[in-house]
C-alpha cells in the first residue's frame, strides 16, 4: 500500500468514527423524541406543555445533526507535542466527553484558517481532507513549521500542497444554492468573520471576493460565540432578491445554524409583499430620506380643526364641539407621544370629556355619576360626533396613507413640497396600484407613526393579555415550588414552556413587524437607499450589522457610492469599521481584468487587487453583422457552453445576460437552440425548472447581482449601457455582468454595438 493510501485509510478511520458520532446522537434525538411524542396528550397542562417543549428541542437538534452531514470533517490540526485536532461543522464529543471534533467556529480552531509560516504558535502542520458523501478521497497538507519532521513525511506522502482544496473548489461545477466555505476560509476572511458583535463591520470587496461568504460564515460564528443573546433577539440577513435568497439558504444551515430570517427590503413588513417595481427615478426619489418628513406631513395633515364643527342635543340642550377644545384635545394627544392612532384614544377622551363640561355648564344642578355616565355614551353614540372626530383625529392604516398620497398629486405637492412638478408626474399613480418595493420603507415610516391598524388593535391587546397570563402562570408555578428569586425565573420558564430557541425566535420574529433583532447582515449593501436604511437601523437598536457590498457595483440611483458618507451618518465617525477583501476567487484572472480595467475607464471605484487562477480562452467574442442575427447566435453559443457545463445531477450553471428588450426574442431562441444541441427531452427539463433554480437562465443584469455561474453570455453590452438611467449605472450593470462566471465569459455583440461600446 502507498504511503499516500495508508494516510488515507488512516483519516478515513477518524471521519468514520465522527460519522458514527453523529449517527448515534441522531438515533439517540429520535428515539427521545418517539418517546416523548408516545406520552400523548395525557396529565396535567403544565406537563402537556413540558413535553411539547422537549418534542420541539429535540425536531431542532434532529435538524442540525441533519444538516451537518455533507463534509463533517474538512480539516486537521498537528502541534509539536505530536496532538492532532480535527475541525469540522459542529463540536462533537465521545460518550465519555472526550473531544472528538472542534467546531470551526471555536477558538481552538482559529489557526486552522489564520495560521501562516512565520505566526503557527504550537501548530506544524495544517490538513485539508477532502470527502465524497463520507469518503475521504484527497488530502493536503500545509506545513507551517519548516523545521518540523512533518514537511519530509508530508512530502513522501504525497500530501505537501499550498491552496489546492480552495482552487479544487474553485473548479468545481456551480449548483443553485451557494456552498459554505467553511472548509476553505482565508486569513483576510476569517479575521472579519471572528470581529466583534458590539460594532458595524462594513465588508468592502469585487465581485468574487467572498463578501456574502463572509457575512453568512460570520452570521452562524456569532450564533455560535452569542448564543444566549441572539437566540432571543435573533438574526435578520436582508438580501437583494428573492433569488439570492433561494441562493443561499442552504449555507447556514450546513453550519449547523437554523434560526435565521431571511428577508428582501420588498417583503420584510409582515404580509405585505411588493409585486411592483418603480422606475429608476421614482426609485430614487422614494428612497429620499426627506420622504420621511412627507409620511409625517401626512399623518400631520389628519391632525386638525374640522371647518364645520357640530353642536348635539342632550337632553334638549344644545352641546357645541369648540374649535378650541379640539386644539386642547390635539395638544393633548399629541404629549402622550404614542403613534397616531393610539394617541387617538387620548383625543377621543379629551374631546368627549370637554363636550360633557359643556353640557355640565348648563345645569343648575350638579349631576349624579348614573347622568353623566349617559351624557358620556350619548356622545360616543352621536353620529355628527363620530363624524367630527374623525375628520379631526383620523384613524388610518398604512397602506391606505401610502395610496392615498401617491393617487391625489395635489396632497403629494403639500406633503413633499422640494418635490418639482415633473417629479410629482413620476410618483403619481391610479388609486388601488400595486405596492411597489419602493413603497415598503415608506409604508414602514407610516406604520412607525401610525401604530397598529385599528382593526387589528383588539386582536393584539387579547395577545398580549394572553403573554401576560402566560407570563402569571410561570410566576405562580416557580412560587408554588418555592423557586423564582435564583438561577431560574419566570421568564426562562416561560420560554422553555413556548419553546424559545433560535428556530422559535425567528419564527415569532418573522411575524412582527416591529421585532428587534440581535443582529443584521445586508448584503448587497451599495443599493440601499436611506429610506431602506432608516427601516433596517430601526430593526437592530444595538447598532450590530454586518454590512458587505461594492460600491463599484451600485446599480439604484439613490444607492451608496462611498461607504464613509453613508456609514457615518447611520453610525457616527469611529463607530464603524471598514474592511476590504481584494482576492478575486471567482473569476479566472482574464474575465477579472477585462471587467476591472472596463470600470476603471468609466470612474468606478475597483478594490480587486488579482485573481487566483489563470484559465486561457476564458475570455471569448462573437461580433454579428446585425440585430437580426443576434439572438440566435447567442443562443447557439450559450446551448454550446450548457453542453460543455450543464449536467443532469443539478450541477452546472449558465446564464445569458441582456437589456430588457432582448429578453423575449432571447428566451424563444435559446428554447430552439437547446433543443437542436441537448435534445429535446433535456430541454424539456430544463424548461420545467424552478426560475430560481434554472440551469440555463436568461435574464437582466438586475438578477443576476450576488449570483455566480461557469458561463455567462454577455449580450449586445452597448444596449445595456444605453437602457440604464445614467452612466455610472450603465457602467456598474456590466461590470456586474462581466464578473458573475467562474470558467467562461462570451461576449456576443453587433458590429454596430461594438463600436459604440469599447469592452
Known amino acids: 500500500m502507498s504511503s499516500y493510501a495508508s494516510q488515507i485509510e488512516e483519516e478515513q478511520h477518524a471521519v468514520s468514527r465522527a460519522y458514527d458520532r453523529l449517527d448515534a446522537l441522531r ?10 411524542r408516545a406520552a400523548g396528550s395525557h396529565g396535567s397542562p403544565t406537563q402537556r406543555t413540558e413535553r411539547d417543549s422537549f418534542a420541539t428541542m429535540y425536531e431542532d437538534r434532529l435538524t442540525q445533526l441533519r444538516a451537518v452531514e455533507d463534509r463533517l470533517v474538512f480539516g486537521r490540526l498537528d502541534d509539536r507535542t505530536g496532538g492532532r485536532r480535527y475541525i469540522g461543522r459542529i463540536g462533537l464529543s465521545d460518550d465519555r466527553h472526550v473531544p472528538m471534533l472542534t467546531d470551526w467556529r471555536a477558538e481552538a480552531a482559529r489557526p486552522f484558517y489564520e495560521a501562516t509560516p512565520s505566526h503557527h504558535g504550537d501548530i506544524v502542520m ?20 519548516i523545521h518540523s519532521d512533518q514537511v519530509g513525511e508530508a512530502s513522501k506522502s504525497g500530501t505537501l500542497t499550498g491552496e489546492g482544496a480552495l482552487l479544487a473548489s474553485l473548479s468545481s461545477r456551480r449548483t443553485g444554492k451557494m456552498t459554505d466555505i467553511v472548509a476553505t476560509i482565508q486569513a483576510e476572511q476569517d479575521h472579519i468573520i471572528r470581529s466583534a458583535m458590539d460594532r458595524a463591520v462594513v465588508v468592502q470587496g469585487g465581485p468574487g471576493t467572498g463578501k456574502t461568504a463572509v457575512a453568512l460564515h460570520r452570521a452562524a460564528y456569532l450564533l455560535y460565540t452569542h448564543r444566549r443573546t441572539l437566540e432571543r433577539s435573533g438574526v435578520l440577513v436582508v438580501g437583494p432578491s428573492s433569488t439570492f435568497l433561494h441562493y443561499i439558504d442552504q449555507v447556514l444551515p450546513s453550519l449547523g445554524e437554523t434560526g435565521v430570517v431571511s428577508r428582501t427590503i ?13 422606475s429608476p427615478r421614482a426609485a430614487w426619489l ?44 390635539i395638544a393633548d394627544a399629541k404629549r402622550t407621544r404614542q403613534p397616531h392612532n393610539k394617541a387617538r384614544e387620548t383625543f377621543v377622551k379629551s374631546m368627549i370629556s370637554a363636550m360633557r363640561i359643556r353640557y355640565e355648564e348648563q345645569l343648575d344642578y350638579t349631576p349624579d355619576q348614573d347622568e353623566v355616565n349617559r351624557v358620556v355614551s350619548l356622545l360616543r353614540m352621536n353620529d355628527k360626533v363620530r363624524v367630527a372626530l374623525n375628520l379631526a383625529w383620523l384613524p388610518m392604516n398604512g397602506m391606505w396613507l401610502i395610496d392615498d398620497m401617491f393617487s391625489k398629486p395635489a396632497k403629494l405637492r403639500r406633503y413633499a413640497p422640494w418635490l418639482s412638478d415633473e417629479e ?35 386582536r393584539r391587546r387579547r395577545e398580549e393579555a394572553a403573554q401576560a397570563e402566560q407570563l402569571r402562570f410561570a410566576q405562580d408555578t416557580l412560587a408554588q415550588n418555592g423557586i423564582g428569586t435564583g438561577l431560574v425565573t419566570s421568564q426562562m420558564l416561560l420560554d422553555q414552556i413556548n419553546g424559545s430557541d433560535a428556530e422559535a425566535t425567528a419564527q415569532a420574529a418573522g411575524r412582527d413587524r416591529e421585532w428587534t433583532y440581535g443582529h443584521v447582515v445586508v448584503d448587497e449593501a451599495q443599493e440601499l437607499t436611506a429610506m431602506d436604511w432608516r427601516m433596517l437601523m430601526r430593526r437592530c437598536p444595538s447598532r450590530s450589522f454586518t454590512i458587505v457590498g461594492d460600491v463599484a457595483q451600485t446599480s439604484a440611483l439613490g444607492g451608496t457610492r462611498s461607504w464613509a458618507k453613508t456609514m457615518n451618518r447611520l453610525f457616527g465617525r469611529g463607530r464603524w469599521d471598514l474592511n476590504e477583501l481584494t482576492i478575486d476567487y471567482r473569476n479566472p484572472q482574464e474575465v477579472s481584468d477585462l471587467a476591472g480595467r472596463f470600470a476603471e475607464a468609466q470612474g468606478l471605484y475597483i478594490s480587486t487587487v488579482h485573481a487566483v487562477r489563470r484559465i486561457p480562452g476564458s475570455v471569448f467574442r462573437l461580433t454579428v453583422a446585425s440585430r437580426g442575427e443576434l439572438c440566435a447566435a447567442a443562443a447557439r453559443e450559450a446551448a454550446g457552453l450548457a ?117
Open 27 to 36: 438515533a439517540q434525538a429520535r428515539q427521545r423524541l418517539d418517546a416523548v
Open 126 to 145: 495544517r490538513r485539508h481532507i477532502t470527502l465524497s458523501f463520507r469518503d475521504v478521497v484527497a488530502l493536503e497538507d500545509e506545513v507551517l513549521d
Open 266 to 278: 420588498g417583503d420584510l413588513i409582515p404580509g405585505v409583499e411588493a409585486t411592483a417595481v418603480d
Open 286 to 329: 422614494k428612497g429620499d430620506h426627506r420622504m420621511a418628513n412627507a409620511v409625517r406631513n401626512a399623518v400631520a395633515a389628519r391632525e386638525r380643526v374640522p371647518a364645520d364643527l357640530p353642536v348635539v342635543q342632550i337632553n334638549g340642550m344644545p352641546v357645541p364641539m369648540l374649535a378650541t377644545d379640539v386644539e386642547q384635545a
Open 424 to 458: 410629482v408626474a413620476e410618483l403619481t399613480r391610479p388609486k388601488g396600484a400595486p405596492i411597489t418595493r419602493s413603497d415598503v420603507p415608506l409604508l414602514d415610516e407610516a406604520l412607525e407613526l401610525l401604530g397598529d391598524d385599528p382593526k387589528l388593535a383588539s
Open 643 to 759: 453542453e460543455r457545463f450543464v449536467a443532469q445531477d443539478g450541477t452546472g450553471r449558465v446564464a445569458v445576460i441582456a437589456a430588457d428588450a432582448l429578453l423575449p426574442g432571447l428566451r424563444d431562441a435559446m428554447d430552439a437552440a437547446l433543443r437542436d444541441v441537448l435534445g429535446a427531452a433535456e430541454a424539456e427539463r430544463l424548461a420545467a425548472q424552478e426560475p430560481w433554480d434554472r440551469q440555463v437562465d436568461v435574464c437582466g443584469t438586475e438578477t443576476v447581482k450576488g449570483l455566480e455561474y461557469d458561463a455567462v453570455v454577455l449580450v449586445e453590452p452597448g444596449l445595456i449601457d444605453q437602457e440604464a438611467p445614467s452612466r455610472l449605472v450603465a457602467a456598474a450593470d456590466l461590470y456586474v455582468a462581466m464578473t458573475r462566471p467562474t470558467q467562461r465569459l462570451a461576449i456576443v455583440r453587433t458590429s454596430l454595438d461594438e463600436k459604440d461600446l469599447e469592452l
